[in-house]
């Protein structure tokens, strides 16, 4: 069994299998990420290869691709996301019934990859213990190359996964603290909602 291919962020390998509808594996926060480009066929592909208990999200280049996501891209989120993005940060928003994760990565480099690519659909590459992979050798080890076309060598990956929050309620719901602390998301949220009184009563 062949194994995936390490490539550089900008070999034209990676370009290509996202433009044919391949699944990728891309460095994220606290572990590598499966993705595939959204709206392409490699997102069924992506979806039979995680753990059912994993969920996906997007990842977006700049702020206007997360409006062509959802309708419910409202200013106050906006507002939110410019305060939290790019950072180790997926809001959830959109219709209770279906929820859209959506996240501006931390790396440059994978930003400037949905720039060129589009939103990519991202889920976590988990091992079969259901943890983060975080090393490149395992990653490869684990699945063959007609499962993922190649991997972007983000070197060790380590710490916690990205933290979570619910933007459909107000205030916004902190769904689970990962890389950005509860207490800081919180606190931005407060000085977010001060500022928004202050507008009202200027």
């Known amino acids: ?3 995936p291919v ?40 992506l979806m039979a290869l995680v753990a059912a208990d994993v969920v996906p999200y997007f990842a977006i280049g700049r702020m ?15 507002r939110l ?5 790019p950072g ?21 480099s994978v930003r400037k990859l949905c720039q060129h690519s589009g ?12 943890q983060a992979v975080r090393d490149v050798q395992d990653l490869q080890s684990q699945f063959s190359s007609t499962e993922v076309e190649c991997i972007v060598d983000g070197g060790t990956l380590a710490g916690p996964g990205p ?10 719901v902190v769904l689970y603290e990962g890389a950005l602390s509860e207490t800081f998301i919180e606190g931005a949220l407060l000085m977010n909602a001060r500022r928004k009184r202050w507008g009202r009563s200027s």
């Open 1 to 3: 069994m062949s194994q």
């Open 6 to 45: 390490v490539v550089g962020i900008r070999d034209a390998a990676l370009h290509q299998a996202l433009d044919e509808g391949r699944v990728v594996a891309l460095p994220g926060v606290g572990g590598y990420q499966l993705a595939a480009r959204h709206g392409g066929s490699g997102v069924a592909a």
């Open 64 to 78: 206007d691709q997360a409006a062509v996501l959802t309708g419910d891209w409202t200013d106050e989120i906006r």
């Open 81 to 85: 996301a410019i305060r939290f993005w």
């Open 88 to 108: 180790p940060l997926v809001m959830v928003v959109g219709e209770a019934a279906v929820p859209i994760r959506i996240t501006m990565p931390t790396r440059r």
């Open 119 to 130: 939103p990519l659909v991202m889920a976590a590459a988990n091992g079969a213990d259901g």
């Open 163 to 172: 933290s979570v929050l619910d933007c459909r309620p107000t205030p916004p």
